[in-house]
């Protein structure tokens, strides 16, 4: 028995007869090009990234509809890559300055890309590699002449599950002819694109094995634990009547949670708790029904700014926002205006000639110092935003203020914006107006922060790793990265009780929110407001109608006065067992 840990993706545990899906391009062919068959190469070239195209288009249109929402915007985005100039014509470069073949000449780009990405802090973004190199993979199966579907055998077994290196979105298209149980990868990270959709497609599966492929034999017996993030090969008797055991009762889990989907979130003293959704796209508000959440807590307006050539136009922004207002039907939505730098640089965007060029861009042009820098850019925004207003309610929120100078600043730009629609003639809304606290300086001074602002929402991933100074996708330092730190907790009661005695709204959007190892804790610390990934909604509310918030108060006072971080893990087991 070889037991394998990986990172946990669709929740669940499956038990069944492994599938090698046998992929990858064979080897790369290199050789010279005659200065006079350039032209051919090229064309070659071309030929091979228009069939791409088509094949991605044609998957597109063959999404069932029953298929997660993620999914069509996953293959949009693999052809808003393979649209890109550093994979549509930059190679072509490559062909014609180097005499080589074309596959050759976009193996070379793909290195290089693979090490901007690599190099890439910001752990969404440097998962985006995957995603590039699944392209690149179809691209070079259409230049070398190989087939590029998953080629699933059709008479595979009930409880069939897949063992890859990698799959794309485009891959899972095929799921919805068989009957795949669970799947493991070799490549992916918690915020990959094979993540999400083993998070969406409700499936099991483990990502991010290493060497998984190389260890598995065709039908051999194995064990997805996506709960644990466990990978089990050739397991006994005894470990498999116990895992068929938990994956009963699993199942029977997630019945009871799917009756939760229209029980108010109310805890047994009667607190009524908002349970809201973080979104990056009008395609994610299907989950959000499906999932009852209260409306928008989080839209990430920043990923309508990347893998394009040009910034939005105010109309097209007007557009995108206007189109989820329409799709809440009343809920709420909260958009947090564009949250670039670090590693969130689009190629159309660079300050003084140089994106990013800061030492530590962590800590230089970034958040909302970034739009002060481009007055014009953030101005655009919130006239879109304002304009979308009309449509339903909405709220705009600034990302990583540190002082009220910012604040100031924002609301200037704010004015601006109102008076140049008020000068077209355009109609626009009123809004809400509130900001992030990630940032230590901003959380310390958050009563006077909160006397310029409707509400706050606390971004607990950079509040995290700014207080604790830890990148926590860092593996070497990844240890240290803890929510529980006493550090933390004491941050955010006095963020969360601050903003109860003024009485102005405040929520968490981070990844605590979603955790239900922090969901009593957050309570306690008198937190009513919750946003976070839909999948995980229904497990916040089983715990939310089943807590006693009165009962939870009594107990904050020994968490909030240990000073030990050995001590926190322990506290928190007591808190989630009162």
Request: hydrophobic letters at 40%.
């Amino acid at each position: 028995m070889i037991v394998l840990h990986g990172v946990a993706a669709g929740k669940g545990i499956a038990v069944g007869r492994a599938h090698l899906v046998v992929r990858g391009v064979s080897e790369v062919p290199q050789h010279d090009i005659a200065e006079e068959d350039l032209a051919d190469e090229v064309e070659r070239f071309e030929t091979a990234v228009k069939t791409t195209r088509r094949q991605l288009e044609q998957l597109r249109s063959a999404i069932p509809e029953n298929a997660p929402t993620e999914l069509g915007a996953f293959i949009s985005l693999h052809l808003m890559l393979l649209a890109d100039v550093t994979l549509s014509r930059e190679p072509i470069d490559i062909v014609y300055e180097q005499h080589i073949n074309a596959e050759w000449a976009l193996k070379i780009q793909t290195d290089r890309l693979s090490e901007q990405f690599d190099a890439m802090e910001d752990e969404y973004l440097r998962e985006r590699k995957q995603d590039m190199l699944q392209v690149v993979e179809r691209l070079q199966r259409n230049l070398i002449g190989q087939s590029t579907e998953l080629n699933l055998d059709a008479n595979l077994l009930d409880d069939t599950i897949l063992i890859a290196h990698d799959l794309s979105p485009a891959d899972t298209v095929y799921f919805k002819d068989q009957r795949i149980e669970g799947f493991v990868t070799d490549t992916g990270g918690a915020v990959s694109h094979t993540a999400i959709l083993g998070r969406s497609l409700n499936i099991p599966s483990v990502i991010g094995l290493g060497n998984a492929r190389k260890l598995i034999s065709e039908h051999e017996w194995v064990i997805v634990d996506g709960i644990s993030g466990i990978l089990i090969i050739e397991p006994d008797d005894l470990i498999l009547a116990e895992y068929r055991k938990l994956q009963r009762a699993y199942r029977s889990r997630q019945r009871e949670l799917n009756k939760l989907k229209k029980t108010a979130a109310t805890t047994e003293d009667g607190e009524e708790i908002e349970l809201l959704a973080n979104i990056e796209s009008a395609e994610d508000v299907k989950a959000l029904h499906g999932s009852g959440a209260d409306g928008v807590g989080l839209l990430r307006s920043e990923y309508l700014f990347l893998n394009r050539d040009n910034p939005p136009d105010e109309e097209e922004q007007y557009q995108f926002y206007s189109d989820i207002v329409k799709k809440l039907k009343g809920k709420p939505l909260t958009i947090r205006t564009i949250d670039l730098g670090v590693d969130k640089n689009p190629r159309w965007f660079g300050h003084n000639g140089t994106p990013n060029a800061a030492l530590n861009p962590a800590l230089g042009l970034t958040g909302i110092r970034l739009s002060h820098a481009e007055p014009v850019m953030f101005r655009t925004q919130m006239c879109a935003v304002l304009r979308a207003a009309v449509h339903g309610p909405v709220r705009m929120m600034w990302p990583m203020v540190a002082s009220v100078s910012e604040l100031k600043q924002c609301i200037v730009h704010l004015e601006a914006a109102r008076r140049q629609l008020s000068e077209r003639g355009e109609t626009f809304g009123d809004v809400e107006i509130g900001c992030m606290i990630e940032i230590p300086s901003a959380a310390l001074t958050v009563s006077t922060v909160l006397k310029y602002v409707d509400f706050i929402s606390i971004g607990t991933n950079d509040l995290i790793q700014y207080t604790l100074s830890v990148d926590r996708s860092d593996d070497s330092v990844s240890y240290l990265y803890q929510p529980a730190h006493p550090a933390v907790i004491r941050l955010l009661a006095h963020i969360i009780r601050t903003a109860n005695r003024i009485g102005k709204s405040v929520s968490v959007c981070g990844e605590m929110a979603g955790d239900t190892d922090y969901t009593r804790l957050l309570l306690g610390l008198g937190l009513r407001t919750f946003s976070m990934n839909t999948a995980n909604l229904l497990a916040v509310k089983d715990v939310v109608i089943h807590s006693n918030t009165e009962e939870l108060e009594s107990e904050m006072a020994k968490i909030t006065r240990n000073e030990d971080p050995d001590k926190a893990e322990g506290l928190l087991k007591k808190l989630n067992a009162v």
